[in-house]
C-alpha cells in the first residue's frame, strides 16, 4: 500500500535530481529535497498541503523536544522495525495523518531516518516560497519551545509585515539570545556576542585620569 502511494520515492536510491525537486538555496540537502518533493506532490494531489504542514510542524517540534525521539532517529544500533514501532506509536497519539505516517514509514525503510528534521525543513520552506512567505532561521542555545517559536514568529512578522516561516536550529556556543536571519539581515542577540563586545570594550584602553 505505501509503495504505490510513494511511487515518487522508488528512485531515491541515487542522488540524481529528480523533476520538481524543491528549491535547495536554503541549505536542504539534494537528498531531503527529493523526498520534500515528493511528500509535497502528494499532499498537493490530495490538496492536503495544510494538514500535511501542521503535520509535520508538530513532528518537527516533537523532535525538538524529546531528546528520546531525536536518538529513536539516529540511533545507528536500532533496527528499522524497532524505529518505525516507535515512530508510528508516537505520530499515532498525537493524531498525525495518514499521509505523514505512511511517508515516514517509507522513510524508514528506506533508511533515511537521519535526514527526516531535514525533509520536515525542506517541504516548509518550499510551501513558504511558494505562498510568498519568508523562511526565518533562528538558531538559540537551547531548544525553543513551540510558545516561544510562536512569539518569535509573530514578532517578526510585525517587523517585517508579512507571515514568516521560523526554522528553528540549536547552537550551545550561543550561550543565550538568538541569532536571526531573514533573507540578508542578520541579528544577532546572543549572549556569545555580546560577551565578545564587552571583551573588546575593556580591552580598549582607557583615556583620561
Same mark, same amino acid.
Given at each position: 500500500?505505501?509503495?504505490?502511494?510513494?511511487?515518487?520515492?522508488?528512485?531515491?536510491?541515487?542522488?540524481?535530481?529528480?523533476?520538481?525537486?524543491? %528549491?535547495? @538555496? /536554503?541549505? !536542504?540537502?539534494?537528498?531531503? +529535497? $527529493?523526498?520534500? *518533493?515528493? &511528500?509535497?506532490? #502528494? %499532499?498537493? @494531489? /490530495?490538496? !492536503?498541503?495544510?494538514?500535511? +504542514? $501542521?503535520?509535520? *510542524?508538530? &513532528?518537527?517540534? #516533537?523532535?525538538? @523536544?524529546?531528546?528520546?525521539?531525536?536518538?529513536l532517529? $539516529?540511533?545507528?544500533?536500532?533496527?528499522?522495525?524497532?524505529?518505525?514501532?516507535?515512530?508510528?506509536?508516537?505520530?499515532?497519539?498525537v493524531?498525525?495523518?495518514e499521509?505523514?505516517?505512511?511517508?515516514?514509514g517509507?522513510?524508514?525503510?528506506?533508511?533515511?531516518?537521519h535526514?527526516l528534521?531535514?525533509?520536515?525543513?525542506?517541504?516548509?520552506?518550499?510551501?513558504?516560497?511558494?505562498?510568498?512567505?519568508?523562511?526565518?532561521?533562528?538558531?538559540?542555545?537551547?531548544?525553543?519551545?513551540?510558545?516561544q517559536?510562536?512569539?518569535?514568529?509573530?514578532?517578526?512578522r510585525?517587523?517585517?509585515?508579512?507571515?514568516?516561516?521560523?526554522?528553528?536550529?540549536?547552537?550551545?556556543?550561543?550561550i543565550?539570545?538568538?541569532?536571526?536571519?531573514?533573507?540578508?539581515?542578520?541579528?544577532?542577540?546572543?549572549?556569545k556576542?555580546?560577551?565578545?563586545?564587552?571583551?573588546?570594550?575593556?580591552?580598549?584602553?582607557?583615556?583620561?585620569?
Amino acid at each position: 500500500m505505501r509503495s504505490r502511494m510513494y511511487k515518487p520515492l522508488n528512485s531515491f536510491g541515487s542522488d540524481r535530481p529528480t523533476r520538481g525537486t524543491v %528549491a535547495t @538555496e /536554503r541549505g !536542504a540537502s539534494g537528498l531531503a +529535497a $527529493r523526498y520534500a *518533493s515528493a &511528500l509535497f506532490e #502528494l %499532499a498537493d @494531489e /490530495r490538496k !492536503a498541503l495544510d494538514e500535511t +504542514a $501542521r503535520d509535520l *510542524s508538530t &513532528l518537527r517540534a #516533537l523532535f525538538r @523536544e524529546s531528546p528520546d525521539l531525536t536518538r529513536l532517529v $539516529r540511533s545507528p544500533v536500532m533496527g528499522r522495525a524497532d524505529q518505525a514501532a516507535g515512530l508510528q506509536a508516537v505520530m499515532a497519539a498525537v493524531g498525525l495523518s495518514e499521509v505523514v505516517r505512511n511517508f515516514v514509514g517509507v522513510v524508514t525503510d528506506n533508511r533515511r531516518l537521519h535526514a527526516l528534521p531535514a525533509m520536515i525543513d525542506a517541504f516548509l520552506a518550499e510551501l513558504a516560497r511558494r505562498r510568498g512567505e519568508l523562511t526565518a532561521d533562528v538558531w538559540s542555545a537551547q531548544p525553543l519551545t513551540s510558545a516561544q517559536l510562536d512569539a518569535v514568529g509573530e514578532a517578526l512578522r510585525r517587523s517585517v509585515g508579512q507571515k514568516v516561516q521560523v526554522r528553528a536550529q540549536v547552537d550551545p556556543t550561543l550561550i543565550g539570545g538568538l541569532v536571526v536571519k531573514v533573507g540578508s539581515r542578520l541579528v544577532d542577540a546572543s549572549v556569545k556576542t555580546k560577551l565578545a563586545r564587552l571583551q573588546t570594550a575593556l580591552k580598549a584602553p582607557v583615556l583620561g585620569g
